[in-house]
């Protein structure tokens, strides 16, 4: 019901006199600056920072993790002063893959921000949607979910400088002039914590990113991965696809290689959940990590843990695959 009302508010708005906003182009060149880029970008139409990983129970058992946090500016505004007028919307997702569940656990919130019920700090990572949150202090990050199936109280060591992606944190994610991010990862991230009040440790990977454009208009969707590999070091890839499948873009380094495909018993959308990226073969942590976003994002996607093999079939280290646009076009 908010999310209607969120878009139905839109509609409205040029007939009661909102103005059109003009957002900021992304554009190469421009130095990051922490730690003030750590947080929120509100004259940009989009953000998100995103939080994935692999966790182990004190019994051993191997969980993955995801949350996300989104931040969108609304494209109308005026002048009212009242905390009510809509600006900014948040939205947030979170899911725990355990296969002895079998299926992808996942819940999800969207707010505005106004009243201290959501929002997004300028200087500094601290974002929250109702009891969700996401905050950066001196010893790290610190995240609280609880959804509706599982908790997650996790803490995350930053012991290393983020890794800007692309040209210095400039990401093309097409040709045109604004089809592009500023984007850093924060990789091999160390994670104690508490899944449902039970310990977990385990390794994660945080993506900040923020866009006024983002997709060409003939991409449909992306395949994306981020892999904590065993010898301390990382690798972020992706690929923009169009309608038919084709890469539309990608890095020139990246490649990407369909190997095993999974269909969703509930959308029908058929996933490539094993692909041979650059030299590593992934390999799903289960088949089954389809999130059904559409009360917030209004989409469907897979994302799910995997682990990230050498030609030989050894493990060379564990990550995430993010596929969107097989169930629909995604459109940002």
Same mark, same amino acid.
């Given at each position: 019901?908010?999310?209607?009302?969120?878009l139905?508010l $839109?509609?409205?708005?040029?007939?009661?006199g909102?103005?059109?906003?003009? +957002?900021?182009?992304v554009?190469?060149?421009?130095?990051?600056?922490?730690?003030?880029?750590?947080?929120a =970008?509100?004259?940009? &139409?989009?953000?998100?920072?995103?939080?994935?990983g692999?966790?182990?129970?004190?019994?051993g058992?191997?969980l993955g993790?995801? !949350?996300?946090?989104?931040r969108?500016?609304?494209? +109308?505004?005026?002048?009212?002063? #009242?905390h009510?007028?809509?600006?900014q !919307?948040?939205?947030a =997702?979170?899911a725990?893959?355990?296969?002895g569940?079998? &299926?992808?656990?996942?819940?999800?919130?969207?707010?505005?921000?106004?009243l *201290?019920?959501a929002?997004?700090?300028?200087?500094?990572t601290?974002?929250?949607?109702?009891?969700?949150?996401?905050?950066?202090?001196a010893?790290?990050y %610190? %995240?609280? !979910?609880?959804?509706?199936?599982?908790?997650?109280?996790? =803490?995350?060591?930053?012991?290393? @400088?983020?890794?800007?992606?692309?040209?210095?944190?400039f990401?093309?994610?097409?040709?045109?002039?604004?089809e592009?991010?500023y984007?850093y990862?924060?990789?091999?991230?160390?994670?104690? $914590? %508490?899944?449902?009040?039970?310990?977990?440790? *385990?390794?994660?990977?945080?993506? =900040?990113?923020?866009?006024s454009q983002?997709m060409?208009?003939e991409?449909?969707?992306?395949?994306?991965?981020?892999?904590?590999?065993?010898?301390?070091?990382?690798?972020?890839?992706?690929?923009?696809r169009g309608?038919?499948g084709?890469?539309? +873009?990608?890095? @020139?380094?990246? #490649?990407?290689?369909?190997?095993?495909?999974?269909r969703?018993?509930?959308?029908?959308a058929v996933?490539p959940?094993?692909?041979?990226?650059?030299?590593y073969t992934?390999?799903p942590?289960?088949?089954?990590?389809?999130?059904?976003a559409?009360?917030?994002?209004?989409t469907?996607?897979?994302?799910?843990?995997?682990?990230?093999?050498?030609?030989d079939?050894a493990?060379?280290? &564990?990550?995430?695959?993010?596929?969107?646009?097989?169930?629909r076009?995604?459109?940002?």
């Amino acid at each position: 019901m908010r999310r209607r009302s969120f878009l139905a508010l $839109g509609c409205l708005y040029p007939a009661f006199g909102f103005s059109q906003v003009k +957002f900021p182009e992304v554009e190469p060149g421009r130095a990051l600056r922490f730690p003030f880029d750590h947080g929120a =970008h509100p004259d940009y &139409r989009q953000e998100w920072w995103y939080v994935t990983g692999w966790l182990k129970t004190a019994r051993g058992e191997d969980l993955g993790f995801q !949350i996300t946090f989104f931040r969108t500016k609304m494209p +109308f505004e005026n002048e009212n002063p #009242s905390h009510f007028t809509p600006r900014q !919307i948040l939205l947030a =997702h979170a899911a725990l893959s355990d296969p002895g569940y079998g &299926r992808l656990k996942h819940d999800e919130r969207a707010a505005r921000a106004a009243l *201290g019920l959501a929002g997004s700090e300028v200087g500094n990572t601290e974002v929250w949607v109702d009891d969700w949150s996401l905050k950066l202090g001196a010893d790290g990050y %610190a %995240a609280r !979910i609880r959804a509706r199936d599982f908790t997650l109280e996790l =803490h995350f060591d930053t012991n290393r @400088a983020p890794m800007l992606q692309g040209d210095r944190g400039f990401s093309r994610k097409g040709n045109r002039r604004g089809e592009a991010s500023y984007y850093y990862s924060r990789p091999q991230l160390q994670v104690k $914590g %508490a899944v449902d009040g039970k310990p977990v440790t *385990g390794t994660a990977w945080l993506d =900040h990113e923020w866009s006024s454009q983002y997709m060409a208009a003939e991409a449909a969707g992306w395949d994306w991965c981020g892999l904590n590999l065993d010898d301390g070091s990382a690798l972020m890839a992706f690929r923009m696809r169009g309608a038919n499948g084709d890469t539309v +873009f990608a890095p @020139a380094d990246d #490649s990407f290689q369909v190997l095993r495909t999974w269909r969703s018993p509930r959308t029908g959308a058929v996933y490539p959940v094993s692909m041979k990226v650059n030299q590593y073969t992934l390999r799903p942590l289960m088949d089954d990590q389809e999130l059904d976003a559409r009360a917030s994002t209004g989409t469907i996607y897979w994302e799910g843990a995997v682990r990230a093999l050498r030609a030989d079939g050894a493990q060379a280290g &564990r990550g995430y695959l993010e596929l969107t646009g097989y169930w629909r076009p995604m459109k940002l």
